[in-house]
């Protein structure tokens, strides 16, 4: 059986609904050989049970992380793979990323609150904790299940769609730290700095502007692309040098119509990002 590893997957440390754990034996129920948990801006998910969990399933991990940046404005999130998890100046970082984080999603509530859609930061973490669910880090995945909860949309897909997506009436952009910041962190840590999604950026313009940093791999197979649109990424890579990466962007029944290793990195890609 061929080698296939999906490096880009979220668990309930984030926005993802899975435990890590139900994230190794879903790996192994579709055939993957390796993998990496890839949650936004915290790295919580890693243990030495899950990794000797890995070890029992013959699954390869490796860590990895999904932080939050930003270039000239824009929202750029950076993969970090085989981190060093026992560099703390990292940790750190990554707590200060949260800080950020935490802050954007309290004038997030207060744009919201200004459209009558009353949700305090106190209701918000009562909801976290009885859910189960954001063990480490909150956000807009959050923000709208308690939305949805309180009945002020019909749906998940309406809360981001009529108030927080990108650009919409109660969406705040936040203080992030920037690319070159990230990227710097990321290998101080020994990882890999990787562009995630790159098919997000509209604007050839800011694209041109990320591959002018030091990055050492872009997305290139992500979640369901079309083929054509993965063949672009694979040649930028090629003429790049970049390591082309790849994985499903799993988030469990937040976005039910991807699967675990629905996109994924083969054995060469995999053993690059390790050495």
């Not at 988030?251 to 290793?261: A, E, M, N």
């Amino acid at each position: 059986m061929d080698f296939r590893a999906d490096l880009h997957i979220h668990t309930h440390f984030s926005d993802g609904t899975n435990t890590p754990e139900e994230i190794l034996h879903l790996a192994k129920k579709n055939n993957l050989s390796g993998l990496s948990i890839t949650d936004h801006d915290t790295m919580a998910a890693y243990s030495d049970k899950l990794f000797d969990l890995a070890k029992d399933l013959d699954l390869q991990l490796m860590s990895g992380v999904e932080v939050s940046s930003e270039l000239s404005n824009v929202s750029v999130h950076i993969l970090g793979y085989n981190i060093d998890l026992s560099y703390k100046p990292f940790q750190d970082f990554l707590i200060k990323v949260q800080e950020k984080r935490n802050l954007r999603n309290i004038e997030i509530l207060k744009k919201l609150n200004e459209k009558n859609i009353e949700i305090s930061p106190e209701e918000l973490a009562e909801f976290i904790k009885r859910k189960n669910i954001a063990k480490s880090v909150v956000g807009r995945v959050h923000i709208a299940q308690l939305m949805l909860e309180k009945g002020y949309v019909d749906n998940f897909i309406d809360a981001f769609s009529k108030y927080i997506k990108d650009d919409g009436p109660c969406y705040v952009h936040g203080s992030k730290f920037s690319c070159e910041s990230v990227i710097d962190q990321i290998h101080l840590a020994k990882g890999k700095a990787v562009i995630a999604h790159p098919s997000v950026f509209k604007s050839s313009k800011t694209l041109r502007a990320l591959l002018e940093h030091n990055f050492d791999g872009i997305e290139t197979y992500y979640a369901k692309l079309l083929p054509q649109e993965e063949r672009r990424w694979a040649r930028i890579a090629n003429e790049k040098d970049l390591i082309a990466t790849g994985g499903s962007d799993f988030h469990g029944t937040i976005k039910p119509y991807l699967s675990v290793g629905c996109s994924w990195a083969c054995e060469e890609t995999f053993n690059r990002l390790f050495q």
